[in-house]
């Protein structure tokens, strides 16, 4: 039996980025201690209020069958806080809850693009956006940005690139992963003029709108007429550390909402009603409760700059929200996958090349913020010598080894 073509075209045959991920993972289930810095997951886990919820709504019935575009209250509940956050006029019908984040980018694309469309998303990238479009039967476009502009795109850019590819869709993160960039109000206003100059959809991935740490979330929906053509991708990953419940939602016109829907009914067929009423616990207890939720990653992001202040061998991208920092390691001769393999050879700490993120970011590692304060400072500090070692051998000419 031979299986359908279409899981190599999603991959392309190309490695997935996660080998250093992989091989820490391997070396913890041999007993050997690693810091992980990999993945963006909490390390203060779901908050027992948020599981009491989802426990006393799976026990009380909520068990069967949801309908596919999500309970009204909970749609309700989305669509005020997004309306209260941006100020744009939003309704429950404005609102589709979905299994998590990712379910809701793939939704977003089946429904904007058909099979042989172009889909663009700015380099770096989370690892799943060119899948994601892949997976739709498009082709996936990237449009690069430069670590010296501290990877904010470029409107002129991404129009010339929606021009000379005749794209439909543009995927946009902020803020975003893996930089920790908050894209400007110049930047999303160039992005507005390219999508309304190339009439493209513009599918925005919002969910680390929470973790801000310096000037204030924009999204790009705000803007003159983008609500229209936005569709806006929200999780309760992120901002409640919910990461295992797997709800997320898009937000967009309600004759967008309508489309999504009909593919939930003939794929997903909807999240759990015990999930759904957790996540309309979750946000009934209003901002100071993500808040509290972001806080360790502020602290962090404070932890890293003292830390990495006096380095000649890194450069700390600057990081004005979400869960990671990046770092420019090109100082020190190596590339991002070889500094990553290095570092976690010689002092056991895992951190992501940033050529696992695309082109745009080789020669820099993202490291999520996502330990204790305490073993955060520690890991940065050995993180930093290791680059100061080997960037004095390859200026001495000798082989970079710690």
């Known amino acids: ?146 670590s010296e502009n501290a990877f904010q795109p470029d409107g002129a850019s991404l129009a010339a690139a929606a021009r000379a590819t005749g794209a439909r869709t543009l995927l946009v993160n902020t803020p975003n992963n893996p930089t920790g960039v908050v894209y400007s109000r110049e930047t999303l206003e160039g992005i507005a003029r390219a999508v309304a100059a190339h009439d493209l959809w513009l599918i925005s991935d919002e969910v680390y709108d929470t973790q801000v740490w310096e000037g204030a979330h924009l999204s790009p929906r705000a803007l003159p007429g983008m609500a229209a053509r936005a569709l806006v991708v929200g999780s309760m990953s992120k901002s409640h550390a919910m990461t295992g419940s797997r709800l997320g939602w898009i937000v967009a016109a309600p004759e967008v909402i309508e489309a999504v829907t009909v593919l939930a009914t003939n794929t997903t067929y909807g999240v759990p009603a015990f999930v759904q009423d957790a996540a309309l616990f979750a946000l009934s207890q209003g901002e100071a409760f993500e808040a509290a939720v972001a806080a360790p990653f502020a602290r962090r992001r404070g932890i890293a700059r003292e830390v990495l202040a006096g380095s000649n061998a890194l450069r700390l991208i600057p990081a004005q929200g979400a869960m990671f920092v990046m770092l420019d390691v090109r100082a020190t001769g190596l590339s991002g996958e070889a500094f990553a393999a290095q570092l976690l050879a010689d002092e056991a700490i895992a951190v992501m090349p940033g050529e696992s993120f695309g082109q745009s970011s080789a020669g820099h590692v993202r490291v999520a913020m996502t330990v204790a304060d305490e073993a955060f400072a520690d890991a940065l500090g050995r993180l930093s010598r290791f680059a100061a070692r080997v960037a004095g051998a390859q200026a001495q000419g000798g082989h970079p080894v710690g």
Not at 104 to 109: E, Q
Not at 112 to 141: E, Q, S, W
Request: charged share 20%; with cysteine.
């Open 1 to 146: 039996m031979k299986l359908g073509l279409r899981i190599n075209h999603i991959t392309q045959g190309a490695p997935d980025g996660w080998d250093v991920y992989y091989r820490a993972r391997d070396m913890v289930a041999r007993g050997e201690p690693v810091v992980n810095l990999t993945i963006g997951e909490h390390d203060v886990r779901t908050d027992r209020t948020i599981l009491d919820a989802m426990h006393a709504s799976a026990v009380s019935g909520q068990s069967g069958y949801t309908f596919g575009a999500g309970k009204r209250p909970l749609r309700e509940a989305i669509a005020a806080r997004v309306q209260a956050r941006t100020g744009v006029p939003t309704t429950w019908e404005n609102v589709i809850v979905t299994p998590g984040g990712q379910a809701a980018l793939f939704a977003a694309h089946m429904v904007t693009l058909d099979a042989g469309d172009t889909g663009l998303y700015c380099d770096p990238f989370y690892a799943t956006y060119p899948g994601t479009i892949r997976a739709n039967g498009a082709h996936a476009v990237s449009v690069p940005t430069r």
